[in-house]
């Protein structure tokens, strides 16, 4: 029935993997291969959540980055993604007990990334939390990424409900916005921590008693 929610969808860095730093190093270390770099500051407020080529062709508007240089950049930035996951990405028990939970108790479970599909499957798998999900998309699922719609138009489509069914655990303006415009109820975390089996619950309680 309308105001029940059915399905949690998951942002992925910063809600369920605290991959921001990670994504960081990876493309500043190969953005000094040719004398370029991202200050936090300019990561953190404009940056965030937005996916590798989006952030290159900033800079190419913003700093002259030759845009000959993108597909080595993000080769090489990729490279080094997968290099720090594999040495810092471990499961985390509140994660794997919410999902585990949620699952049990029927809701549908997806994740909705704007990084590449190598990458959210990798993180997936090495945070033991693959097998709980339906599925997840990543920008390559898309023509747009995050902050367009589209990535959550598409999950929710892809479940079969309608956009009012389904909660999105987001962190990031981006994203907020994406899950916004799709018509997706929308709880917003500070860290990767807020992501607990009490607080998803607690929203969902909150969005269906907003819309008895």
């Not at 991202?38 to 900033?58: A, Q």
């Not at 993108?70 to 810092?88: G, P």
């Not at 997706?184 to 009490?198: H, L, R, S």
Request: negative net charge; hydrophobic residues 40%.
């Amino acid at each position: 029935m309308t105001g029940k929610i059915k399905a949690v969808v998951f942002d992925m860095d910063g809600v369920l993997i605290e991959a921001k730093d990670w994504h960081y190093e990876a493309l500043n270390r190969a953005l000094r291969l040719f004398g370029y770099e991202i200050s936090r500051y300019d990561h953190l407020v404009t940056y965030d959540g937005l996916p590798t080529s989006k952030k290159l062709e900033m800079l190419t508007l913003e700093k002259g980055l030759p845009r000959g240089l993108h597909k080595f950049i993000n080769d090489m930035k990729q490279q080094y993604t997968v290099d720090l996951v594999n040495l810092h990405c471990s499961p985390l028990f509140p994660h794997e007990y919410a999902l585990s939970r949620l699952k049990a108790e029927g809701y549908r479970l997806a994740v909705a990334s704007n990084s590449i599909r190598s990458t959210v499957q990798l993180m997936m798998e090495k945070s033991s939390l693959l097998p709980y999900l339906d599925f997840f998309l990543s920008n390559q699922d898309v023509t747009k990424p995050k902050p367009d719609p589209e990535m959550y138009t598409t999950a929710i489509g892809r479940l079969g409900l309608k956009p009012e069914e389904v909660l999105v655990v987001e962190d990031n303006r981006n994203g907020i916005e994406a899950a916004t415009r799709a018509g997706a109820c929308v709880m917003k975390v500070e860290t990767v921590y807020d992501v607990n089996y009490e607080n998803i619950v607690h929203h969902i309680r909150m969005f269906e008693e907003a819309t008895a």
